[in-house]
């Protein structure tokens, strides 16, 4: 780590432009090298790749729980642990039919026990993480560390799907706590977020739509890029 600290400040130091994917991001870049300016451009999505109807959904059951995401990167490895050793049993509490994909390449041997407990499906590498998302009741997002702005939540709201995250999960995103997703970084709150889901299937969809509105207005490539053309042309 203090070899790639080094390495992160002299990149910086020797760039024209320095860009962030988030605020978050900007200001540790700024603890390496004091003064530095830098413009922060969030990461984007294809909102019409990513949308509701796109694909037809996997027949995988109607209280499926979705997780995407490259199974070998440390910050999913230790959500998917936590999320299935100190959520899931509680939300099987109550609903024991309740199934969890992780959907991702490269599974990390932590992740091997995993596959001997019911319910839970590592589907590893995956043409299209689209008909898993779209299949899912529920999509969780229960990272614990990492930076930046999440892809998957973005992907997951642009298809218009209910999300119950961890606070560190929509980091960068700025969304309204109960207006486009859920936060919960209690196991007990986590579990009991997406329990109150799994059983109000209009709440479900107020959720995805506001999702998806939100990611329109704020995420969308064309709007991405606008801010990103222009700290080129500085």
């Known amino acids: 780590w203090r070899k790639l600290r080094y390495y992160e400040a002299m990149v910086c130091r020797q760039a024209q432009r320095v860009i962030a994917c988030s605020s978050a991001d900007a200001k540790a870049l700024a603890t390496l090298v004091p003064g530095l300016e830098t413009v922060v451009i ?7 790749y990513y949308r509701p109807g796109a694909v037809s959904p996997l027949p995988l059951g109607p209280q499926v729980l979705v997780f995407t995401g490259k199974m070998d990167f440390r910050p999913n490895v230790d959500a998917v642990l936590w999320f299935c050793s100190e959520v899931l049993p509680v939300i099987r509490g109550t609903a024991p039919a309740v199934q969890f994909y992780i959907v991702g390449k490269n599974p990390h041997p932590r992740l091997e026990p995993l596959r001997r407990l019911p ?7 995956v043409e299209d993480v689209r008909p898993y998302i779209a299949a899912a009741a529920v999509y969780v997002v229960p990272l614990l560390t990492g930076g930046g702005t999440r892809l998957k939540v973005l992907e997951a709201m642009a298809m218009g799907k209910a999300i119950v995250s961890t606070a560190l999960g929509c980091e960068g995103i700025h969304v309204t706590p109960g207006q486009e997703v859920l936060l919960a970084d209690d196991p007990q709150d986590f579990a009991a977020q997406v329990l109150a889901l799994l059983h109000n299937e209009p709440r479900r969809k107020e959720l995805g739509c506001a999702a998806r509105s939100f990611v329109e207005q704020h995420f969308a490539w064309h709007i ?11």
């Open 42 to 48: 969030p990461n984007g999505v294809d909102t019409q």
């Open 119 to 125: 319910g839970i499906t590592l589907t590893g590498f």
């Open 224 to 234: 991405v890029a606008a801010p990103l053309e222009r700290a080129y042309a500085l």
